[in-house]
T-cell receptor, first 110, second 111 residues
Framework: QKEVEQNSGPLSVPEGAIASLNCTYS??????FFWYRQYSGKSPELIMS????GDKEDGRFTAQLNKASQYVSLLIRDSQPSDSATYLC??????????FGTGTRLTVIP | SQTIHQWPATLVQPVGSPLSLECTVE??????LYWYRQAAGRGLQLLFY??????ISSEVPQNLSASRPQDRQFILSSKKLLLSDSGFYLC??????????FGPGTRLTVT
């Protein structure tokens, strides 16, 4: 079964801190991984994609992938109240589909 | 740039009534198209996906159906809605990079 698991949270961090969001996946054949941000009542927005082991940085966001451990993470540096949202992790097992986790709700406290 | 549209944005329908939700994509050709449902407090459930006109794959057996009459148009339908069909319906498009981009969604309440 192709599962993606995330801690549902809520995760609370103070403004300016680093938020760390984690995700594990069960299908070792997964090659592509994505992080989406979903504000309450809105649709998911793609914020990061990662395909190779290691880190990928984009502004305040860093995605980390460890295929041996089947682990993906998203770090948000200098967290802002506007980062408060639910973050969805997704994995692609090589077909046309993505498998999504249920999301981690992040609250950044001013 | 690519744009994805969905309508209506909000819909309230009685049990047993029909449903038609529409999704269109602009700025790309031959996209993969997807319908997801997100129930309150739940994850994304893939309902249908399509890799081309008239090609529909169903992921979950239920009273919903999908059609792709044109390259960039994807329609979700039901002949008779159930209470359990309530949720946030999201259309997405993607291509070979496997990234998917979501439309604004339709919030459906079945009463």
């Amino acid at each position: 079964q192709k599962e993606v698991e995330q801690n549902s949270g809520p995760l609370s961090v103070p403004e300016g801190a680093i938020a760390s969001l984690n995700c594990t996946y069960s299908d070792r054949g997964s090659q592509s991984f994505f992080w989406y941000r979903q504000y309450s009542g809105k649709s998911p927005e793609l914020i990061m994609s990662i395909y190779s082991n290691g880190d990928k940085e984009d502004g305040r966001f860093t995605a980390q992938l460890n295929k041996a451990s089947q682990y993906v993470s998203l770090l948000i540096r200098d967290s802002q109240p506007s980062d408060s949202a639910t973050y969805l992790c997704a994995a692609n097992p090589g077909a046309n589909n993505l498998f999504f986790g249920t999301g981690t709700r992040l609250t950044v406290i001013p | 740039s690519q744009t994805i549209h969905q309508w209506p944005a909000t819909l309230v329908q009685p049990v047993g009534s029909p449903l038609s939700l529409e999704c269109t994509v602009e700025g790309t050709s031959n996209p993969n198209l997807y319908w997801y449902r997100q129930a309150a407090g739940r994850g994304l459930q893939l309902l249908f996906y399509s890799v081309g006109i008239g090609q529909i794959s169903s992921e979950v057996p239920q009273n919903l159906s999908a059609s792709r009459p044109q390259d960039r148009q994807f329609i979700l339908s039901s002949k008779k809605l159930l209470l359990s069909d309530s949720g946030f319906y999201l259309c997405a498009w993607g291509q070979t990079s496997y990234e998917q981009y979501f439309g604004p969604g339709t919030r459906l309440t079945v009463t």
